[in-house]
């Protein structure tokens, strides 16, 4: 079988198994044995989970093996969580009960010395003749949506979408996690790639591009044995789909700690920002705009221009979002004299005729869609930034105990009112939705974050994309006109050929 | 009376009024003299009000007067929200009733275009002969810590604090005031100063400056008549606390939007950005570099050099926050060789033995104090990062129905747990604050934001400075050593002249 079949066979069985056996499972949740079951269990893991444990006769409830040969059904996918020196006996077991994909959780390999590299050499060895191919070692685990399957150190609950993550750092990929719970964004699949003894983080990235349900990949990257192949890997990638990426250790200082915590080896060929754009990657500055960039690019229509049009319902958010647009090198052009007809026609004679679009303190909100479908219809305007596009929330501040007598405001009344302005809000958001789909321009909205189930669910279901200031809503669009260049580029390369 | 102690009495009554008239109030909540009466009333005012409306004999239970004039006591300050054109009559009634400081919402003055500047002239004029001061009009309104004053457009209670801000974008202020209350950081004095007929943004300034319980000014800046005189009053109160300044209208599109929306005089002198840092201003460059530079600046003790100490429990975080530090031009130092002995005794012996101090997944919380102060204690470190300081959440995510059964878990059980972690947390919460004020150097923490009210309140009170990602730390303590830098640089020249 050609390596490059072999590997996909082993990621389908890592990502979507049908059975796996948790080698090192306990019942002591102070272990990490304990953790990564309880993770499986608790997150509802679609399919057979076999604990494998010297001791216990049940883990967690579940009937335990106290070796992998035991287990009387097939398992596609053995996880290890025990100590380094027992893993390559272990590997061997697995081997014996025909698992070929291993994903090894135990440390104190090369990224503790060259007593641990030597460990992980014989490891590497071990399965490679045994026919077994290994994920980590000192890898957190993965993420799988397909099999709501979190088989991770870190306690978390992952969203299920279709971003697919390969993380060089297990704790910043445990965090990304969390914060796109926070985000209302999902992800597909997820791997922490640990040492890479055998799989490597190109392998993945493959992997994630041939994966059609995949829609971005993110990459945190700390080092790579050969970084031309990968290059020429993830370039395939970024051809089809947004290749986020984060590079960790991009300093001098930084790359001594990378050095200090991985097995990563030094003098490493650096790879540099220009050869990242060249390849269409889209480099994240923060681990912030990371997961933001990787967001948007999953769901928001792509601008064709770098001209953004900015509504806003106050002036010195316009000017604040205008100086983070030209900061960032896009565009804050004059609207078309058909625009400032429509608009006039809407709001206050001595409204500001102009980009930013200030509604000066409007307050019904219906005229907010209003005012955006022009602006998106503009010719001269690529994509929208939204400030301010959700309704507050007056009447729940009004009802507090000291003014709610005064006020003469009953619960009824309350209620009605908090009830017609989230009817209100939710017409604007989905008349938003409609319009990015009809005229195909992105809208990043910037607000604060809603409490009200309804907009969330919203804001996930449709891929709306909030955030807290304009300048990383800003960011945002920004990375989306890169990309969006990018396309039509190679689209024009394309055709030129042919 | 020289003009600045009649400026300083104006400020004093607008600040700290002993009895309010607001003119224009109404029980009208779609009005903003209803919204500004609701909010003056719900934030629980520290003095008389007088409604004053020509219509209803009480506003929201209290007794409302026809005019100014006719109230029986002494007033210190009238708040006008009435159409631009009833505006100085009104100002004259207020002079006959001895009121001489008058904030006025009302707008459509110089921002509206030639008219608006011609009503605002004859205003400014009306107010002048009758020895009335002015702040606005087109004033969003003004906070005050003093009296539990809310006279804001904004429905906002913001919390009280020890920074004073004067914004020249009513909706920025606002917003500012909102992230505060997010970020436990309150507020002694705001004004939104709007058009600044009268009273000008260096008034405020000055004023904050000789406010001995204001330990930081925030300015939003927009456009000054004068700039050379408003760069001398900030200069002169930055060597005595730290001034933090957001430009609006950086950028030549910046420029527009805000001459378009405020009544910024065109062709105004520019300044540059250079002239901000000779000045000892500290330069935001992000909205929410805002808020967070002024609260760690009014809280954290100054570091005395630009070497930062890291301590985390995760490679990777500590990587990205290397990076960050290097790119922002702080230095990540060796330790020194105790130091490294006194850490070799707590962690384990395959810890990466250097900064930053990776915790190597040590789960005891107890661990981190430690190695806290162990850090702390390192001469070469002048102010320490610290990422995942406190600890997760893991038995409320085991105790979840899927999962608590399975495991056994009671609820006693899971209340004593989190009541443990939760005091662990505490304890390294409060050893932290404790170092601090002993060895004066700052602690800026990365964590999830908590949900724990101990947590929240112990951050309130205690000024400590917690924030979700390390790049936002990292340009926290930037600042940080900037300001301090200034500050010993001042010293050492006034040093030098003894």
Chains 1, 2 share one sequence.
């Not at 993380?167 to 040492?195: A, C, D, P, Y």
Request: proline share 5%; aromatic share 6%.
């Amino acid at each position: 079988m050609a390596k490059s079949e072999d590997t996909r066979q082993t990621l389908d069985a890592l990502f979507h198994p049908r059975s796996i056996a948790l080698i090192g499972a306990t019942n002591n949740l102070g272990k990490w044995g304990g953790i990564i079951m309880a993770n499986a269990i608790g997150n509802g893991f679609k399919g057979k989970l076999f604990p494998v444990n010297s001791r216990d006769e049940q883990i967690m409830g579940i009937r335990a093996y106290r070796k992998v040969t035991e287990i009387p059904d097939p398992v596609d996918l053995a996880c290890i969580v025990t100590p380094a020196e027992t893993v390559p006996a272990l590997v061997l077991d697995c081997a014996r009960k025909q698992i070929r994909t291993v994903l090894v959780i135990s440390s104190n390999f090369a990224e503790t010395g060259p007593e641990g590299q030597k460990r992980q050499d014989a490891l590497l060895s071990v399965a490679r003749d045994a026919g077994v191919r290994l994920v980590g070692p000192n890898s957190m685990g993965i993420f799988s949506s397909t099999r709501s399957l979190v088989l991770l150190m870190a306690l978390v609950e992952p969203l299920k979408g279709d971003i697919s993550f390969v993380s060089q750092s297990g704790n910043i990929g445990g965090q990304m996690l969390e914060w796109g719970k926070r985000l209302k964004t999902g992800f597909r699949h997820f791997v922490s790639s640990g040492n890479e003894a055998d799989l490597s983080c190109r392998d993945y990235v493959e992997y994630f591009g041939r994966d059609d349900r995949c829609r971005a990949v993110m990459i945190y990257l700390e080092s790579l044995k050969h970084p031309g192949g990968w290059m020429e890997t993830a370039r395939e990638v970024a051809r089809r789909k947004p290749v986020v990426v984060f590079k960790g250790g991009k300093t001098e200082a930084g790359q001594k700690a990378a050095r200090s915590h991985s097995g990563a080896l030094a003098g490493v060929v650096p790879i540099f920002d220009a050869s990242f754009r060249q390849a269409g990657l889209i480099q994240a500055r923060t681990t912030e705009a990371f997961i933001d960039c990787a967001r948007s690019l999953s769901r928001l229509p792509l601008p064709s221009g770098n001209r953004v049009g900015i509504i806003t319902r106050g002036g010195g958010w316009g000017v604040v979002t205008t100086d983070a647009c030209e900061e960032m090198g896009l565009e804050v052009p004059a609207l078309q004299p058909k625009t400032l007809e429509a608009l006039d026609r809407i709001l206050p004679p001595y409204w500001s005729r102009g980009n930013p679009v200030d509604l000066v303190a409007a307050t019904d909100i219906r005229i907010y869609l209003d005012c955006m479908e022009i602006l998106m219809k503009d010719p001269s305007v690529d994509g929208v930034i939204a400030l301010s596009a959700l309704p507050g929330r007056v009447m729940s501040f009004l009802s507090r105990p000291a003014l709610k007598e005064r006020l003469g405001l009953d619960d009824a009344r309350v209620r009605a009112y908090e009830a017609s302005a989230e009817k209100a809000g939710r017409e604007v958001l989905e008349g938003i939705v409609h319009l990015m789909r009809t005229l195909g321009k992105p809208v990043v909205l910037v607000g604060m974050y809603p409490t009200s189930g309804a907009f969330e669910t919203l804001i996930e279901k449709e891929g709306l994309n909030l955030y807290p200031t304009p300048e990383r809503a800003v960011r945002v669009m920004a990375r989306l006109m890169e990309y969006g260049r990018y396309r039509r580029r190679l689209e024009a390369r394309e055709a030129a050929w042919i």
